[in-house]
């Protein structure tokens, strides 16, 4: 897929995309888990409080 120089690699790959990617590189999935930390952020906090929603957003990150 040819994209253009000023978008960023994370909006113009499909979630599948950077998934197949980050199989041979890790730290593609970084991008991945960028595009959805702010939905899984509100999503935990709803229902856990705002606490438990920075532990459970910040863990993939130290673990990446």
């Known amino acids: ?9 994370s909006t113009t790959l499909s979630d599948a995309a950077l998934i197949e990617r ?6 593609d999935f970084a991008l991945l888990f960028d595009r959805y930390a702010g ?9 856990l409080g705002d606490d438990t929603a920075d532990d459970v957003v910040s863990e993939p990150e130290s673990t990446a």
């Open 1 to 9: 897929m040819k994209r253009p120089n000023h978008m960023p690699l």
């Open 22 to 27: 980050s199989w041979r590189d890790p730290e």
């Open 39 to 47: 939905h899984i952020h509100r999503y935990v906090a709803r229902r």
